[in-house]
């Protein structure tokens, strides 16, 4: 070490939570809030927020550290913020991006409201829903709620208030309860999942990339990388072409994605190039990405040989999920696997965890995590039980609240360890809770009432494409190189989901009465809306028994993840890896396979044939790839915003 290192290193860190860097983080946490409602229901552009890569969050962190973070040094080398301090910046807005749209506000308001406007004769949910919903739970005011979804006259702007604060304050009870569970999971099993197994965080690559320094230059090296930029500008011409191709159709644009049918046009087999998710996938292990694209394809030819001679089970689960019952009970059986035999290797760990929640061990060190184990541990058991009174009082047993949370709780972990381990941003689970739920035991014990308070929990647990677990999850991995006590980061991320859900919710209302909610986004104000509502009907009207096949089913999907698993721990030649069992046979693989096996292949022969050295060599090309496709996305809504151009949606997944 040289003599101007040595006095460097000398230098105390910044500190990661100061003020400047709250209110940046809260800026961006707006901005993200409240762009992200209008770039969906009113201009109808790309996703920023439905998924677990969090595309606003980046494209957000580029402007402000490639950007505003730049001119800001170069104005004053002390105005510009600190890479720890971009860090907060980057955990608050990755936070929110859980909650705007997707995560939450987008699915709670047309949820609480749909089962009155899209009251019918012909469905007769006056009669089998209304007497069962508790009215503390949802806005009453037929008048109101039809103004949410066609507008409020002239005469009449403005949110109705005295209809929505009761059961909206109502529902922070929980909601604020789920995120503190979430959170304090995540602090029970990070030291795990960071320290001892060092899963690879392939989401947290490219922020912790993107504030990395060197020296004294303003500009990150990240953004100096020409390998990176080539990456970078090859999904953002594509996006663009398609963009300007919405404004001049003389422009070319080309399609990255095309389907063919197999199976006697039973399915489709999907060539969809993502570059965003080449990206992600470049950074996993090669044995995770050949296992997801390996048992995708495998699942698709027996779903389409059980289609040829017409096996099926016949059982209703909804929408979400895998629409073969028998994949959803063996994806189910996989997560319950994965997730409690992740418990079982980590036993040393949690065995010192719960050591030092109940008896306060001082031999064992938890400084560095964002809360004591104490709090972690009781928070959790605590927060749970508080979730399972609340749905309870919903109208739910408590013995199914308790069956629904284990559930619920079970896919939050499985999904967000799958997200950590293998990149997967576009992750689903193969089921649902409710769905679990009502196969196993049927619906004599949940009778009508279960069953409606059953429909209301789609709001924050039926479509899992994003979650405050998994961003927390992220957050803490990015967080982990810095020195200083972590303690006020749980603070970070509360303010955040608070900021969030105040603004996101605000924003929403005063956009559905101004402009009618059937006019914002299809998805939320009609078809995700409605959804619960007509499963749970029809298993009030046809009654439904336990589903002890879907009970050996999952049963079986439970053993073969545990001998995936037996396997690749005994035997290091053993290719395949178990969440490619998981959650291979999922919907949304089947549209990305195609991609996940371009990444593994590209990084086989780069490994291959140059080595460590190489992968190092292109992993800002493929960085860049991720930060070109959300940047181009991100630009456009701004350019939207102001050419007034709607439906100019360039990206999905």
């Not at 749209?101 to 009251?119: E, K, R």
């Not at 991995?477 to 991320?493: A, D, T, Y």
């Not at 939320?524 to 509502?533: D, K, L, N, Q, S």
Request: hydrophobic residues 55%; positive net charge.
């Amino acid at each position: 070490m040289g003599k101007n290192d040595s006095w460097k290193s000398q230098i105390p860190a910044k500190s990661p939570f100061t003020i400047r860097a709250f209110i940046v983080g809260i800026i961006g946490t707006l901005a993200i809030s409240v762009g992200d409602q209008f770039g969906l229901m009113v201009i109808h552009g790309s996703y920023m927020s439905i998924d677990f890569s969090t595309a606003g969050a980046v494209f957000m962190f580029f402007v402000i550290v490639a950007i505003l973070n730049t001119i800001l040094g170069r104005i004053h080398k002390s105005l510009a913020l600190a890479p720890s301090e971009l860090k907060t910046v980057y955990v608050m807005m990755t936070v929110a991006c859980a909650i705007s749209t997707m995560g939450l506000t987008a699915q709670l308001l047309p949820i609480l409201t749909a089962p009155y406007y899209y009251a019918v004769p012909e469905n007769s949910w006056a009669e089998i829903l209304h007497p069962h919903i508790k009215s503390w739970l949802v806005p009453q005011g037929q008048t109101q709620i039809k103004y949410f979804y066609e507008g409020a006259p002239a005469w009449e702007r403005g949110v109705p208030w005295a209809i929505w604060v009761k059961p909206l304050l109502i529902w922070g009870v929980l909601l604020l309860r789920l995120y503190f569970v979430m959170i304090c999971m995540m602090v029970i099993l990070r030291k795990q999942w960071v320290e001892r197994e060092r899963l690879a965080f392939p989401l947290a690559q490219l922020p912790l990339e993107m504030v990395k320094d060197e020296g004294n230059s303003i500009l990150k090296p990240f953004f100096k990388n020409s390998i990176m930029w080539l990456g970078f500008g090859i999904p953002f011409l594509f996006g663009s072409l398609k963009g300007l191709h919405h404004y001049l159709p003389s422009v070319p644009s080309l399609e990255l994605a095309q389907g063919v049918p197999v199976f006697n046009n039973t399915l489709g087999l999907y060539f969809r190039l993502s570059f965003p998710m080449i990206g992600f996938f470049y950074l996993v292990h090669l044995d995770t990405a050949f296992s997801l694209w390996f048992f995708n394809l495998l699942s698709l030819v027996v779903r389409g040989m059980m289609n040829t001679f017409n096996i099926n089970m016949r059982e209703g689960l909804g929408i979400y999920g895998s629409p073969s019952p028998i994949f959803a009970h063996l994806g189910m059986g996989a997560m319950i696997t994965l997730v409690l035999a992740g418990f079982w290797v980590a036993k040393s760990h949690l065995k010192d965890v719960f050591k030092k929640a109940f008896t306060r061990d001082k031999s064992i060190d938890d400084s560095s995590e964002i809360m004591s184990y104490r709090v972690a541990v009781f928070g959790m058991i605590i927060g749970l039980a508080i979730m399972a009174v609340w749905l309870n009082l919903s109208g739910m047993p408590i013995f199914i609240a308790l069956m629904f949370l284990f559930g619920a709780m079970i896919l939050f972990i499985g999904l967000t360890r799958v997200v950590s381990e293998s990149g997967m941003a576009e992750a689903v689970a193969s089921t649902i809770s409710s769905s679990f739920v009502v196969s196993g035991i049927g619906t004599s014990l949940l009778q009508p009432g279960g069953l409606t308070a059953m429909s209301l929990t789609y709001i924050w647990s039926a479509d899992l494409r994003t979650s405050v677990m998994a961003s927390t999850a992220n957050s803490l991995r990015i967080m982990e190189g810095e020195s200083r006590s972590k303690r006020p980061l749980f603070w970070v991320i509360t303010l955040s989901i608070v900021v969030t859900l105040v603004s996101s919710i605000l924003v929403l209302l005063e956009i559905a009465y101004k402009k009618g909610g059937i006019n914002c986004n299809d998805w939320f104000f009609v078809g995700g809306a409605r959804a619960p509502y007509e499963f749970f009907v029809s298993k009030i009207i046809n009654p439904s028994e336990p589903n002890w096949a879907g009970w050996y089913i999952t049963g079986g999907g439970a053993l073969g993840m545990l001998l995936l698993m037996f396997m690749r721990a005994k035997f290091l030649w053993w290719p395949f890896h178990p969440i490619g069992f998981a959650i291979g046979p999922i919907w949304i693989m089947d549209q990305i396979w195609f991609t996940v096996f371009l990444a593994w292949l590209i990084k086989f022969v780069i490994v291959r044939y140059g080595g460590l050295k190489l992968f190092q060599k292109f992993r800002p090309f493929f960085l860049g790839l991720i930060l070109g496709q959300f940047t181009c996305n991100g630009l456009w809504i701004v350019i939207d915003a102001i050419a007034g151009g709607r439906g100019n949606q360039i990206f999905w997944i």
